[in-house]
């Protein structure tokens, strides 16, 4: 290429960047043209790296009892799963994939939440924002850990238990922190500083010993005694809620009698109760695919609508929470005691090491003794023992 200079214009050649240069000069378009050949194939993977098979799905009547649901025909994964499988399968349509992303995605929801409630509360310094700093810590483990529970469950019947296990657990610790943000935002004025808003926290702690406990305990009776394994599950997580929910209840009832002042928060905690009752419908009556079996195997069926309704109560339940401490803040200083370190945060960790101990005392049968529990899952740890 040969260039010229312009009228007022320096005999200094103009600067090319090296790209627009290559292709301009005489010959340089054939050699990069090569050049790009060449980083093809250098860069050319094989074929079954580009290709990623997702596990196979079986029919209820091709998997172990311990994994059949009720009213689910297909889309069962493999009773044998790896780690990488169970974690493909989320995204592969199986009739857990929904239970999967029910929980998963409300997870980053909550964390968003409280990342903007992090920015604009000094959850450090003030302890009158410490239960609701739990509060918030629960919301988001326990959606996290039931998306986690439900991913790696089918990796064998001993994961299986344990998976579960641990979600009961975070389960059940969810209803503590239900029970520290309602006995110091929600307590009713008449009950503030009397014996139940005193103990109200303890009280709490025991309950989720006793949720963790029966709940596990239930896995070993689902079996041989289905009926009475639901009957235990259900009355291990319904005993906490109705016990936290005790303020809120009079609250209301003093509303329906005209005894209470206007709150913002009250008609969110109605719609939390609606969609509670919902929770616990579902989960107890496994409608509407006991109706139907086959026909919601994928879609619609009661787990899934389940995992929806308490996604969407927490939603509410939070937001009334947010509400009484706002607009009850000024009266609950100067009347109540302010929440301390050892009612909230240290109530906290000493629940997680009760509930983690509970969990290893029901996970412990199943790990020193594979062969034996997978040819006999669900049979107490007591007489596992016996035998």
């Known amino acids: 290429m ?50 990623i098979k997702l596990p196979q799905l079986f029919d ?5 009892k311990v994994f059949r649901e009720d009213g689910i025909i297909s889309g069962y994964r493999h009773p044998q799963s790896s780690a990488l499988d169970c974690i493909l399968s989320s995204f592969q349509m199986t009739n857990e994939t929904v239970n999967i992303w029910t929980h998963f995605l409300p997870t980053w929801y909550f964390l968003w939440r409280f990342s903007v409630l992090c920015s604009t509360l000094n959850f450090l310094s003030e302890s009158y924002t410490w239960p609701l700093l739990v509060y918030m810590l629960l919301i ?9 529970a439900h991913t790696f469950s089918t990796m064998s019947p001993e994961a299986r238990h344990i998976c579960y296990f641990f979600d009961y657990g975070a389960l059940s610790l969810y209803s503590l922190g239900c ?35 029966l709940s596990c305990y239930s896995r070993f009776l689902e079996m041989q005694f289905p009926h009475r394994s639901k009957v235990l599950r259900t009355g291990a997580f319904v005993f906490p809620f109705i016990f936290d929910n005790i303020p809120l209840f009079y609250r209301l009832l003093l509303c329906c ?96 090491i009760l509930n983690l101990g509970i969990i290893g005392i ?8 594979p062969h034996h ?12 023992k016996q035998q």
């Open 257 to 352: 009698g005209g005894s209470c002042c206007h709150s913002e928060a009250l008609p969110s905690h109605c719609y939390h109760l609606l969609f509670a009752f919902l929770t616990c419908f579902l989960f107890a009556s496994h409608l509407p695919e006991r109706l139907a079996p086959g026909r919601f195997d994928y879609f619609g069926h009661s787990h899934q609508l389940f995992h929806i309704c308490a996604v969407v109560g927490t939603h509410f339940q939070m937001e009334a929470v947010l509400a009484d401490m706002t607009s009850r803040r000024a009266w609950l200083i100067a009347q109540a005691a302010v929440p301390s370190f050892l009612s909230t945060l240290g109530a906290l960790a000493l629940s997680i």
């Open 2 to 51: 040969q260039w010229e200079p312009g009228p007022g214009e320096g005999a200094q050649a103009p600067a090319f960047d090296c790209p627009v240069w290559c292709v301009l000069c005489r010959g340089c378009r054939a050699r990069l043209r090569e050049a790009c050949q060449r980083g093809r194939g250098a860069i050319r993977l094989p074929t079954d790296m580009l290709s």
């Open 179 to 213: 029970a520290i943000t309602y006995g110091s935002y929600v307590m009713p004025d008449c009950w503030v500083n009397s014996w139940l808003h005193q103990h109200f926290v303890p009280i709490a702690i025991c309950n989720t010993l006793f949720c963790t406990s």
């Open 373 to 384: 529990s997978a040819n006999h899952p669900l049979t107490p740890p007591a007489k596992r």
């Open 362 to 369: 029901f996970s412990a049968p199943l790990l020193w003794d």
């Open 140 to 148: 988001c483990v326990y959606p996290f850990t039931s998306s986690c």
């Open 60 to 64: 209820i009547h091709q998997v172990p």
